[in-house]
């Protein structure tokens, strides 16, 4: 279970006073909590995942969006704007390591042919099937944009 894991962790990352993975580790474990509290028992190894993912979606999307405000005119400061990302970056890859493996571009393809051929040519039913099969070693939209290629 990835909860316990962690705990483990946060006491390794204490000791080593690393800052942003103790940082990441406790948001983690809180959001893993608030998760079990919502949920009312105990979480699965699924359930844990699906946590690690949202975080980990929510730590991409800021990589993004700071990417995006980069040399704009914003209140921060450009040094500051490269410190923000440079911490979203650490905070993702700490998270990653909690993920399965990615599956590459090649494979998607490849189960997306493989659903194009079970299913015909709906992109609704080849995305649930495709999504189905990934079961998160892929996101939505790198899968979605390998079907529209696909089908059109």
Request: net charge positive; charged share 35%; glycine share 6%.
């Amino acid at each position: 279970m990835i909860a316990n894991t962690i705990r483990k962790q946060i006491a390794d990352a204490l000791k080593a006073r690393d800052e942003v993975r103790l940082s990441t580790l406790r948001m983690l474990a809180s959001a893993l909590n608030y998760e079990k509290i919502d949920k009312q028992h105990e979480l699965s190894g699924e359930e844990e995942l699906v946590v690690v993912r949202h975080e980990a979606k929510k730590r991409h999307d800021a990589i993004e969006a700071l990417r995006q405000a980069s040399g704009k005119s914003t209140s921060s400061d450009q040094t500051r704007m490269d410190e923000k990302l440079a911490r979203e970056i650490k905070e993702l890859k700490i998270l990653q390591g909690y993920l399965p493996e990615q599956l590459g571009d090649e494979k998607i393809k490849a189960l997306v042919d493989e659903a194009i051929l079970a299913v015909g040519k709906d992109f609704g039913k080849v995305m649930g099937t495709v999504m189905s099969r990934v079961k998160g070693r892929s996101d939505g939209n790198t899968v979605s944009k390998i079907v529209k290629e696909k089908l059109s």
